[in-house]
Nanobody, 112 residues
Framework: QLQLVESGGGLVQAGGSLLLSCAAS??????INWHRHAPGREREFVSS????????RYADYILDRFTNYRDNAKNTVYLQMNDLRPDDAAIYYC???????WGEGSQVTVST
């Protein structure tokens, strides 16, 4: 059964960086989306990557601060987040594209 296992969240100072990972079980590659959900706010799209890694898309507010990439030998997708801001604080979830299958979420906290 397909599962997504996330890791890499944590506490960082404003301006710092974090790397999130999302590992899929099995050998089948899937397009993966990242979403985030902060308290009091709607869940929002962050980024997507195709199953080959050739195509990526980012929400406008990312402003080139995040990079979404994958290592298909490990069936793992990564979200490198740089220049983090307090309003980036949220639980970040990876999700299989076009399926209702989500990772457990990674807490990202940004201190001022």
């Amino acid at each position: 059964q397909l599962q997504l296992v996330e890791s890499g969240g944590g506490l960082v100072q404003a301006g710092g960086s974090l790397l999130l990972s999302c590992a899929a079980s099995g050998r089948t590659m899937y397009g993966i989306n990242w979403h985030r959900h902060a308290p009091g706010r709607e869940r929002e799209f962050v980024s997507s990557i195709s199953k080959t890694g050739e195509n990526t898309r980012y929400a406008d507010y990312i402003l080139d601060r995040f990079t979404n990439y994958r290592d298909n030998a490990k069936n793992t997708v990564y979200l490198q987040m740089n220049d983090l801001r307090p309003d980036d604080a949220a639980i970040y979830y990876c999700k299989v594209d076009s399926r209702d299958l989500w990772g457990e979420g990674s807490q990202v906290t940004v201190s001022t």
